[in-house]
């Protein structure tokens, strides 16, 4: 019959399709990280390198943030993902949960001076499960040639009868919250302990309240530089790596205000039961030396978590005029009014916290 | 009535009136121009008014046909827009200045080149570019993964929905609504719904159920394959079961009373008067298959994005004219596919003797 | 017709049983064959969508989270009437299963997924017990209690082994309050949540009440066209229906981009306003990422869905009963309100009732273009499913709209019939 055949005939062509599809090559590094220009600096400094050293082929993957694929991946025991670039309050929740690789800091390359891995890292770099590579900064920055006489302070990033004009915000209660008790006259070293009390929450809240209306709402990290060139808003809150990239890459005119800058971590961590486990490992030993990180910020504004790393910082890759040094979020000059963020604040709080956040902006 | 007895009418003095305020009050010559083309074709192609009409009648008339068209603009000038906007040059979602004095520089095919360049490891390398971009090229993959999806899922639905409708549309079906309803359901029952019971399901509670799949069926073609067909099957049951409706039973009975077996009657009687209706089931599951994202989502790995599935995190993420280049493909697929399904339907009905054709 | 017959001449098929019995048997073997015919596909939809919803009903109710990281504490815990503190043969237990858990680090069955699965039901309770976890296996000798006290002093707040109490248990309707904004206090009662935490009542209302307003514009809007498409000649008409059936076979996704253009800032309808100076360049319209580009672009995806059915229904009232009004002295409205509206009413209903379903259960579109204020229930079943990884809050809330759109479905039923769906 002339339809069974063709039926069988699909059928066949369909299942060698299949076949074809998913056999996704053995042995491929899976990277998970945050894409755009970040992606593209460890593309550069580590991936690159990496694949010319051991010729292990690295399948490049992006996502947002937060550790439920990882999650979902480990508890479903099909990890496809085999290193991922994940925030310190995230490693140490999937670390609690036993999602992750426990990694074994002795087998830390030492330093490019000799100093052992565990003193080169600086401290509270290293954790049970993740390893650092930079130091990153949540900064706020607007188009300096639509407004003159820019914002200096975190308090005019709040004040819109100075600056009128939309807001981006990153959607989410952290950073959000800190930022707002800065503008609310919080002193740095002070916010978590408000921000542990419910009374400051509360004053975090009212404090968002007053631009919830001209507020956009973005959630990956290539957004915020977009809405800026496209005008969506007049200033927005940022990855500071992601605007120095479209300053120096791009040449557009933006400026970032350091005042009140909430930095952070990002960390290599490895789910577990991740199919290239040990290809994993090596990637992270490698990536996590001495001139790798050192490499990676000349691509990129984010600081090296060792502090070999520091003297060997240069000028940007494609444009030896901009030094890289004043452009770290770790910079004296920009550390003078900035919090680190508390981790374990936001281990403890990020459910709640989102709930009321979501709350909040639904209402 | 010819043109100058159709400018006599009240409409058209209505609409000049019209069009004169609207010039006053915008003080632009080229909205006033669209405004008088917009209104004024529906004056010309409909029928006129019976000559007793009175006065009132004839501006609840006008009016009418003015909502009307307002309304049909509103459905398809979406669609037509982007057409036009994925040939931009610049990497935005609206009408360049170039663009509308019809400058031909501001015109370019560079997001449709883009759909073959994003996501190669060489995108001008001369050597190895086309395996190169059928392996890792992002949107390529997706249009493979999502036809793969589709007619795998359009095989299955088809078949399946077809034997289920000969059955349902029997005189003698015993429990007929409780099982169409049943059916039915996964058209009704809400996509996230479905997704999140199948993330569980086919993830969590199957693991090492199925040999072969130790790990369950999320994140495997076969799981994707089972949710777009059990999204397509409710299309494949109306449409045949509608099929079946018009259908001469009788006709059945004299095949059967000439010799044939119930296998030949099906595929010589039955099959060539339904076949319109199947292929317009077939079709319609295939579209729902093409469209669907929400399942995709929550089951599908990286590897295994389809086209909806590419768009949706490109809008949430970076939005950029490719999406429009890739959505004009898909508006001109969808065009082909409806024409396939109006012609089909207008067959069937012929074969049926319902319309005069 | 047997019936009024004897029963001695009882009507006998060839092979001598009685006419009524074989022709019962043909009739069973009949069904049989029509049911058979339906079985794969029933099969088939049980297995690969009735199971996967029960699966999810399941996980709303059954968090076995507590038994999987303290099973000991879990059994002997339930012995506890809940007044002060458990006895310290208990607490005992509690700190050897706590000790043991972080030893073996067994997906979903650490000490983070049990800090999770409590923190749930007291917020900022999390490190209490991860902290306490590192320290456990140093706690060697009793009083237990004391011991932990000293570690932590939230282990003296009783509420805390009320809740653990509690979270043990693998059947509960904790994730049901948290999806109706309410929550246990200190002894067990139900109370509702802070007003601050309370998001989903308020959003389920949201979602029905912008899922009427989609419906009732769709209506609006539908009507008149589904009138125009049925009196006009068919050769016009169907030319006219390939404008309602392109946008119904246009990529939801195709449709969302093309709104996306359309509404934005620097949007065509922006531009046009612009251009025609109805506003100035300075005060666009937000019109998208708000419940505004929700509503817009809904009505345009779900509009296909009611000119359908009212124009199947509209083509079957004939024109001559309005003129028959008419002629008897009806005015236009009169006619239309007494003899046309009535007759429309079936498509209404079926209309009305399929775009309220389809719009309630709506994701990607208030997902690519509601913001925040334009998000509807789906939007926060997805969350709880992706990131916010509360999976069983998520269940609840798939099975509290779920049993809402059942519902309607029902009444759909009842009014139209299934049968009578139609596309095209």
Sequence with gaps: MKLTKLLTGTAIGLAMAMSATTANAEGELTVVSWGGAYTK??????????????????????????????????????????????????????????????????????????????EDFIEGTLYDCAVAN?????????????????????????????????????????????????????????????????????????????????????????????????GEVAMTTAYNGRIFNAVAGENKPFNIVWDGQVWDLDLWV????????????????????????????????????????????????????????????????????????????????????NERFNAWLAN | MTASQRVKTPGFQALVVATIIFALFTQSVGGTIGFFILFGIPLFAMTPLPPYASRGERIWHYAFLATCTLIFLFLI?????????????????????????????????????????????????????????????????AFRNSFFLAIASTILATTLGTLAALGLSRPEMPFRSAITSLLISPMIVPLVITATGMFFFYGGTMQGVIPGYPDGLAKTYLGLVLAHTTLGVPFVIITVTATLSGFDRSLIRASQSLGASGFTTFFKVVMPLILPGMISGALFAFSTSLDEVVAVIF?????????????????????????????????????????????LRRRSERLRGLSPG | MSDTQ????????????????????????????????????????????????????????????????????????????????????????????????????????????????????????????????????????????????????KWANENVWVTLKRVTRDYTLSFYLAATDRKYDENENIIRADELYRIYLPLLYKTIALSALITFLCFL????????????????????????LLPFWTSLLVRTSAWIAMLQTEGIINNIFVYLGFIDDENRIQMIYNATGTVIAMVHI?????????????????????????????????????????????????????????????????????????????????????????????AALGTILLVVVLALYWLYNKLVGVDNLKFG
């Design chain 1, 41 to 118: 600096s460890q593309v550069e400094a580590y991936h690159k390198p990496f694949i010319e050293k051991t010729g292990v082929k690295i399948n490049s993957e992006d996502y947002n943030g937060g550790i439920a694929e990882i999650k979902a991946q480990v508890e479903a025991g099909n990890v496809s993902w085999d290193i991922v670039d994940v925030e310190l309050s995230d490693a140490i929740r999937a670390c609690d949960e036993g999602l992750l690789e426990t990694i074994d800091h002795s087998t830390l390359p030492a330093g490019a001076d000799g100093t052992p891995a565990t």
């Design chain 1, 134 to 230: 930079i130091v990153w900064s949540t900064i706020f920055a607007y188009d300096s040639s639509k407004i003159e006489n820019g914002p200096k302070t975190m308090a005019d990033f709040f004040d819109l009868e100075k600056f009128p004009g939309k807001r981006g915000l990153r959607k989410g209660a952290k950073v959000n919250l800190e930022f707002a008790l800065i503008a609310d006259g919080v002193a740095a070293k002070d916010v978590y302990s408000v921000l542990d009390t419910p009374e400051g929450v509360d004053r975090a809240f009212k404090k968002l309240d007053t631009i919830k209306s001209e507020v956009v709402w973005w959630e990956a990290g290539a957004q915020p530089p977009q809405l800026l060139a496209d």
């Design chain 1, 270 to 353: 490895i789910p577990k039961g991740a199919k290239n486990k040990d290809k994993a490992m090596d990637f992270l030993k490698f990536s996590t030396a001495t001139e790798q990180l050192a490499a990676q910020a000349s691509w990129i504004s984010y600081g090296p978590a060792r502090k070999s790393s520091a003297p060997l910082v240069g000028t940007y890759a494609t444009n030896a005029s901009i030094d890289m040094g004043p452009q770290m979020p770790t910079s004296p000059a920009n550390l003078s009014n900035s919090v680190q963020n508390n981790f374990e604040f936001w281990a403890d709080n990020a459910d709640q916290l």
């Design chain 2, 77 to 141: 000038l979406p669609i037509l827009i982007i057409i036009p906007l994925s040939f931009n040059t610049e990497p935005y979602f609206s009408f360049t200045e170039g663009m509308i004095a019809l400058d031909p520089e501001a015109y370019s095919t560079r997001w449709y080149a883009d759909i073959f360049r994003f996501g190669m490891t060489a995108p001008d390398a001369v050597e190895g570019w086309w395996e190169d971009m059928w392996e890792n090229a992002t949107w390529i993959r």
């Design chain 2, 299 to 343: 089951m599908a790995d990286v590897d295994q994005r389809t086209i909806p599935r590419q768009m949706f995190s490109g809008l949430r993420e970076q939005i950029s004219p490719t999406i429009l280049a890739v959505a004009t493909i898909l508006v001109i697929m969808s065009i082909i596919l409806l024409t396939t399904v109006e012609l």
């Design chain 3, 6 to 153: 004897n029963s001695n001449d009882v009507l006998v098929a060839y092979d001598g049983t009685p006419l009524k019995q074989q022709l019962a048997k043909t009739t069973r073997r009949m069904k049989l064959r029509a049911l058979l015919l339906t079985l794969p596909l029933v099969l088939f939809i049980i297995i690969a969508f009735v199971l996967p919803i029960g699966d999810m009903l399941i996980r709303s109710f059954h968090n076995p989270t507590g038994t999987n990281v303290v099973p000991n504490f879990a059994e002997v815990i339930q012995e506890w009437d809940g007044q002060d503190y458990p006895p310290d043969e208990m607490i005992k237990v509690f700190v050897q299963d706590l000790a043991l858990a972080r030893k073996n680090r067994e997906v979903g069955k650490t000490v983070g997924n049990l800090a999770t699965r409590v923190n749930y039901e007291i917020p900022g309770s999390r490190s209490l017990f991860t902290k306490t976890a590192r320290k456990a296996d140093k706690i060697t000798e009793g009083p237990y209690l004391d011991a932990l006290i000293k570690l932590d002093k």
């Design chain 3, 221 to 244: 809007i539908a009507y008149p066209v589904a009138y125009l498409l049925s009196t006009l000649p068919l050769r016009t008409s169907n030319l006219l229906m390939i404008l309602v």
């Design chain 3, 302 to 394: 779900l509009l296909p869905f009611m000119i359908l059915p009212l124009y199947s229904v509209m083509k079957t009232i004939p024109p001559s009963y309005m003129r028959a009004a008419k002629s008897m002295g009806a005015s236009n409205f009169m006619a239309f309100r007494r003899v046309y509206f009535p007759q429309t009413i079936p498509g209404i209903a079926a209309g009305v009732l399929l775009v309220f379903i389809l719009a309630i259960g709506y994701y990607i579109t208030p997902a690519l273009v509601g913001g925040s204020d334009g998000l509807l229930i789906s939007n926060e079943i997805a969350r709880h499913i992706q990131s916010s990884l509360n999976w069983s809050l998520g």
